[in-house]
Each structure stands twice: as structure tokens, then as C-alpha cells.
């Protein structure tokens, strides 16, 4: 059974940083992409960044950056997102999001499994 988790969401100011994490179980890691998507209230659900885990390529929506930074630790079955310079803009509940085929992009119809999420709340 797929399950993805994410958390370490929380409450920072502009100019911040933080870390969110992805934990993954009940699949071959490699043989997926990793996705990060968010979404504020009322919008739709973007996506933010993704990496393919076998061959560690990444993809970056442009408003995110120079900002932040996807990474994953396959040993751990596990991908992050480091969130630097935050912006109220950013203020979303994120979720982690699993692709077959390690080909995913930023498209929330190329991910099958999908985590409850974490909110990010950041202040001006």
C-alpha cells in the first residue's frame, strides 16, 4: 500500500526558512517521481518543485525559484524541500505527491498518490 506523509509545516516570518519532509512507504522508491505541490485557499493546487528518483533531475515552478531546493534521500525513502526567503505568498498547505515512471513534472494529473499535507503559514 502507497502511503506518502508529509509535515514540518509551520508558522515563520517573510524572509524565513523552513524544511518540509515527504516520507514514503509501500513502493520501490526509484521507480517514482516525487513531487511537491500547494495549495492556498480558494486557488487550485500547483505544483512547487519535483525530482526523479532515478536520476536525481529536478524541476522548479518560477515562483519558487532560487528559493527553494527538492532533494531526497532514497536510502530513507524519503524527499525534502527546503524553503528559503518565504514570502506571505507561500502561505499554502503543501503536499508530497508520488508519479510512476519517474517522469513526473509539475501536473497534478501525472501523480496517483498523494499525502494529507502541511500547512505553511508565513507572516508579513
Known amino acids: 500500500d502507497v502511503q506518502l506523509q508529509a509535515f514540518g509545516g509551520g508558522l515563520v516570518q517573510a524572509g524565513g526558512s523552513l524544511r518540509l519532509s515527504c516520507a514514503a512507504s509501500?513502493?520501490?522508491?526509484?521507480?517514482?517521481?516525487i513531487g511537491w505541490f500547494r495549495q492556498a485557499p480558494g486557488k487550485e493546487r500547483e505544483g512547487v518543485s519535483c525530482?526523479?528518483?532515478?536520476?536525481?533531475?529536478?524541476y522548479y515552478a518560477d515562483s519558487v525559484k532560487g528559493r527553494f531546493t527538492i532533494s531526497s534521500d532514497n536510502a530513507k525513502n524519503t524527499v525534502y524541500l527546503q524553503m528559503n526567503s518565504l514570502k506571505p505568498e507561500d502561505t499554502a498547505v503543501y503536499y508530497c505527491?508520488?508519479?510512476?515512471?519517474?517522469?513526473?513534472?509539475?501536473?497534478?494529473?501525472?501523480?496517483?498518490?498523494w499525502g494529507q499535507g502541511t500547512l505553511v503559514t508565513v507572516s508579513s
Open positions: 509501500g513502493f520501490t522508491f526509484g521507480d517514482y517521481a
Open positions: 505527491a508520488a508519479a510512476p515512471g519517474t517522469m513526473g513534472g509539475l501536473a497534478v494529473y501525472e501523480y496517483d498518490y
Open positions: 525530482i526523479s528518483s532515478s536520476d536525481g533531475s529536478t
